[in-house]
T-cell receptor, first 112, second 115 residues
Framework: NAGVTQTPKFQVLKTGQSMTLQCAQD?????MYWYRQDPGMGLRLIYY???????DKGEVPNGYNVSRLNKREFSLRLESAAPSQTSVYFC???????????FGPGTRLTVL | AQSVTQPDIHITVSEGASLELRCNYS??????LFWYVQSPGQGLQLLLK??????LVQGIKGFEAEFKRSQSSFNLRKPSVHWSDAAEYFC?????????????FGTGTRLKVLA
């Protein structure tokens, strides 16, 4: 039982490049979330998916897209990376009927 | 609007000393409250949570937190800090219904422990 896994762990991009951050959970959770963490700002919600087939914007969705591929996987895509998207990205998941989110180890992204 | 405030950005304590990290929230209904810890380079680990009932909740690693509705606070405490407690601590409130449930995080408190 690996919990929530994220790939890659580290990534460096040039401005304008695109990439997809992958997240998978093996806990049969319904809800999944993407956050970004920046110094002094805590974690801010980018997008979330309450259940398979649904996605909704969070606090800071601009510049990102998401896909809930199936119940296990929730990907985050940067179509044209900008230096302002340099951050640590965390994926989380939650089971229906509970209120606790479980977090992955994070992806550290640098955009030059 | 819902919000979480952690007024202390950095706290330094000596090993063996007691610790209290402050968290204040703004939320219209009865909140679900959480404390998470993040060690350097790691993800977030749940320390404890409050949903209802006893306002003093016990967590892992010897931490506890007390929910005070009148003060809109959920402060984290530990009687004797260990060097391994050096980390960043986040308070969060769970908001929304079953289809829109999400966390609102505070900005975090970084704890330094002096030997």
């Amino acid at each position: 039982n690996a919990g929530v896994t994220q790939t890659p762990k580290f990534q460096v991009l040039k401005t304008g490049q695109s990439m997809t951050l992958q997240c998978a959970q093996d806990m049969n959770h319904n809800s999944m979330y993407w956050y970004r963490q920046d110094p002094g700002m805590g974690l801010r919600l980018i997008y979330y998916s309450a259940s398979e087939g649904t996605t909704d914007k969070g606090e800071v969705p601009n510049g990102y897209n998401v896909s809930r591929l199936n119940k296990r996987e929730f990907s985050l895509r940067l179509e044209s990376a900008a230096p302002s998207q340099t951050s640590v990205y965390f994926c989380a998941s939650k089971s229906r009927g509970t209120d606790t989110q479980y977090f992955g180890p994070g992806t550290r992204l640098t955009v030059l | 609007a819902q919000s979480v405030t952690q007024p202390d950005i950095h706290i330094t304590v000596s090993e063996g000393a007691s610790l209290e990290l402050r968290c204040n929230y703004s939320y219209g209904a009865t909140p679900y409250l959480f404390w998470y810890v993040q060690s350097p380079g790691q993800g977030l680990q749940l320390l404890l949570k409050y949903f209802s009932g006893d306002t003093l909740v016990q967590g892992i690693k010897g931490f506890e937190a007390e929910f005070k509705r009148s003060q809109s606070s959920f402060n984290l405490r530990k009687p004797s800090v260990h060097w391994s407690d050096a980390a960043e601590y986040f308070c969060a409130v769970g908001a929304g219904g079953s289809g829109t449930y999400k966390y609102i995080f505070g900005t975090g408190t970084r704890l330094k422990v002096l030997a």
